[in-house]
C-alpha cells in the first residue's frame, strides 16, 4: 500500500482546504441522506468534483484537504490528491462513498503518517491546528470581507517552483473565532471570489478558473 | 395551482438552458444512481444548484430550463424558477426528488401550457426546437471555443429593462451537429469560461460570477 508523509501529500501546486463542522468521521453515515445524518458530506463531495475534476480529466496539480470535524470520531484529516486519486466519479453520492473507504481505517492517537486505503486518498488524525503545524505554503483564507482574487497579487503566485498555495473554506456554516484565528495565524491574507456570497463549491469553481486563467498567462 | 405561459416563465433576467441527453424523463429513475440509471441526473442537479443558490439566498432574478432527452417520455422542458422555487435543498438526491413532482405529471401532445406541481417549478412538452421558437431574449452558446466572457461585450448586456439573457449548456456529452445549429440560429454568438474545459455546473459558477461582477459595476 502506499503511503506519504503529510510533507509530501502537500507539495502539490494547488490546495483547497474545507472545515467540515458536523461532517461525520465515522463510515457508518446513510449515502441517502448526505446533507442532515452525515453532517453535509454532500457539500464536501462538491467540492471534492469542483477541485479536482474538469469535463474529461483530473487536475494533477490540484489536492484538496478536508478537515472533519463532525460525527462519532473527530477530528480527521481527509486529502484526495489529484495527482493520485482512482475511482472518482461526479456524483455525490459514490464520492461520498470512495471516502469512507478511508474513514473505515483505524487511526491510533500515536500514528503520525496518513493512511491510504486506495491511491490518492489520505486520512490521518488531527484538526486544524495539526494541519496549520504541518503546512508548508502560501496560504489564504477565503473569505466575504476579503480582497477580490482579481484585485490582488495571490494570482502572480502561482508556484512555479515556489512554494505551494493553499486557500481555506469553510462548509456550510461559518468559522468559529478560534478557527480564523489559527488559519490568519500562519495565512497571507484573506481574498474574496466576488460580490456574492456562495457555497463553497462554488467559490472552488470560481477560484480554480481564476488560476486557469492566470497560467495560461 | 399557479400557472404561467412560456414567455412569462422566461422572463427572468437570467437563463440558464442545458440539454440533458440522457437524463429520464419518467419519474421512475432511481435516486441511488443518478450517475447512471436515471441518466446523468446528478449533473442536472448541481446545474440547478449552482444556477440558483447563493450561500443562504436564492438567485430569484434567474431560471434554469432543462431540456430532457432520454428515457422513457422524452422530450420534456423543466424549468426552475429563482424566483418562485420552494424547498430547493442544495443535494443531488433531493433535488432530484423534488423534479419528478414535475416529471409524474401526465402532459398530453396538446398541452401548450406548462404544468406548476410545486411553485417555481414548471414542466411541458418539447425539445430544443419547441425551445428556440418560444425563447424571447439573446442567447449565447457555451463552448470551449466561443470568445472569452471577459473579452466579449456579453456581461454588458445584463437586462436593465432590456431583453433577458439566454446561455445554453450541454451536459457531460457534446451538442449534435444539429442541437448546435439550432441554438445557432437563435444566438447572438458563442463565449467562453475559460482556458479549461468545466463539467457544466462549474460553467455555470464562473458565468454567474461573472454576471455578479458586471452587476456590481
Given at each position: 500500500m502506499d503511503q506519504k508523509t503529510s510533507i509530501e501529500l502537500e507539495s502539490s501546486d494547488i490546495n483547497f482546504v474545507i472545515i467540515g463542522h458536523r461532517a461525520e468521521t465515522s463510515p457508518d453515515f446513510p449515502l441517502n441522506d448526505l446533507?442532515?445524518?452525515?453532517?453535509?458530506?454532500d457539500g464536501l463531495a462538491r467540492c471534492i468534483n469542483t477541485a479536482l475534476l474538469l469535463?474529461?480529466?483530473i487536475r494533477k496539480d490540484t489536492n484538496i484537504h478536508m478537515i472533519l470535524l463532525g460525527g462519532k470520531d473527530p477530528p480527521k484529516i481527509l486529502t484526495?490528491?489529484?495527482?493520485?486519486?482512482?475511482?472518482?466519479?461526479?456524483?455525490?453520492?459514490?464520492?461520498?462513498?470512495?471516502?469512507?473507504?478511508a474513514l473505515n481505517l483505524p487511526l491510533s492517537p500515536s500514528l503520525r503518517r496518513p493512511l491510504c486505503p486506495t491511491p490518492g486518498l489520505y486520512i490521518s488524525r488531527g484538526g486544524l491546528d495539526e494541519f496549520m503545524d504541518n503546512m508548508k505554503g502560501r496560504a489564504f483564507l477565503l473569505d466575504e470581507r476579503g480582497d477580490d482574487i482579481y484585485d490582488t497579487d495571490v494570482m502572480e503566485m502561482l508556484p512555479r517552483g515556489g512554494p505551494p498555495l493553499f486557500f481555506f473554506l469553510s462548509d456550510d456554516?461559518?468559522?468559529?473565532?478560534?478557527?480564523?484565528?489559527?488559519?490568519m495565524e500562519g495565512a497571507h491574507g484573506t481574498i474574496s471570489v466576488g460580490p456574492r456570497v456562495l457555497h463553497a463549491h462554488q467559490a472552488v469553481a470560481v477560484l480554480n478558473n481564476a488560476l486557469d486563467r492566470s497560467r495560461k498567462k
Open positions: 446533507c442532515g445524518a452525515a453532517g453535509r458530506w469535463s474529461h480529466e484526495v490528491s489529484g495527482r493520485d486519486i482512482r475511482y472518482l466519479n461526479p456524483d455525490e453520492r459514490s464520492t461520498a462513498a470512495l471516502m469512507k473507504k456554516m461559518d468559522l468559529s473565532d478560534q478557527e480564523r484565528a489559527s488559519i
